[in-house]
């Protein structure tokens, strides 16, 4: 069953984890200001931060593109289960904190291969009485075992919300699109793929810093093309939702991204650079900063 992941002993958890290397799931964190991290993924953070200084506004819009697109999914498309694949570690506003504050018995199962994202699973799992949320300790590059772990919680009866938000380019092109194809052929018809790839089209000097910083630590880090990203959804059959595959910011803005409390100044100016990321507010976004492209979209 799904939950089994969570029995495993925290002495063979901790084996499984590899503090010296950074790990997408825990550079991701830093950036988010979370604190489930070593000091390799801060060094790979402030590195990538160093390389383009307003980076933090690609991660955070990001979620902030998660965020309106499960809203639109629970609210206009009456979707009540998701697949979320490629988690993260907990932070605030998970898919199921949108989904169930819409539709109580949404139902949501997250899947992560990083053993510190399992270990703190247990926050990903406090789904209100009336829906259902699960946690899947699985690999991308396993779909058939996610789908078969799945399926203890989500009826493949029903449209399904697979989530790829900022994972495929961790994914070279010969295992991505085949990934992709078979969980959508997989859910049945009405199902939504929500979808979002770093880009090189928008600000190529910038990401390209970037990219260098984390292929250096050993990353994969696949740059695609907008018509490479649409690619994921043509050869599934989808049609994309308006207004396409587009920089995360011009998906259905709402111009309602929250806004971080901020500290007193003194304690604000002690801080490092990357620290600093947590308190920013990205609502001055413009076109220059983002090297995120995201899109939605329904299969017939």
Not at 5 to 19: G, T
Not at 89 to 103: K, M, W
Not at 168 to 196: C, K, N, Q, T
Not at 238 to 265: I, N, S, T
Request: proline residues 7%; aromatic residues 6%.
């Amino acid at each position: 069953m799904p939950g089994d992941a969570l029995s495993q002993d925290p002495a063979e958890l901790r084996k499984r984890i590899d503090s010296s290397k950074a790990h997408p799931a825990r550079v991701y964190d830093v950036f988010l200001g979370g604190k489930d991290h070593y000091p390799a993924d801060r060094d790979a953070a402030a590195a990538g931060l160093a390389a383009n200084p307003r980076g933090y506004l690609d991660v955070r819009h990001n979620r902030d593109f998660l965020r309106r697109a499960v809203t639109t999914l629970a609210e206009e498309d009456g979707i009540r289960q998701f697949l979320d694949i490629g988690t993260g570690l907990p932070t605030a506003e998970n898919v199921h904190q949108i989904a169930q504050r819409i539709a109580p018995e949404s139902r949501v199962v997250y899947v992560d291969n990083d053993p510190v994202v399992l270990a703190h699973a247990r926050a990903l799992l406090t789904s209100g009485p009336e829906g259902r949320t699960d946690y899947i300790d699985a690999d991308l590059k396993s779909p058939e075992r996610i789908l078969e772990l799945a399926s203890g919680t989500l009826d493949y009866g029903r449209p399904v919300a697979l989530c790829l938000v900022a994972i495929l380019h961790f994914v070279e092109d010969e295992e991505a699109y085949p990934i992709v194809r078979g969980l959508m052929d997989a859910l049945p018809a009405g199902s939504r793929l929500v979808l979002s790839h770093l880009t090189e089209d928008l600000n190529p000097e910038n990401i390209r810093a970037v990219q260098r910083t984390y292929t250096e630590r050993g990353f994969t880090f696949v740059l695609r093309s907008r018509n490479d990203i649409e690619r994921f959804f043509t050869e599934t059959g989808l049609k994309v939702a308006e207004p396409g595959v587009v920089p995360v910011h011009r998906w259905r803005p709402d111009h309602a991204a929250p806004v971080p409390e901020q500290p007193e100044e003194s304690y604000l100016a002690g801080l490092e650079d990357i620290e600093k990321v947590r308190y920013k507010d990205i609502n001055d976004v413009t076109d220059a900063d983002i090297n995120v492209y995201g899109g939605l979209g329904a299969k017939g």
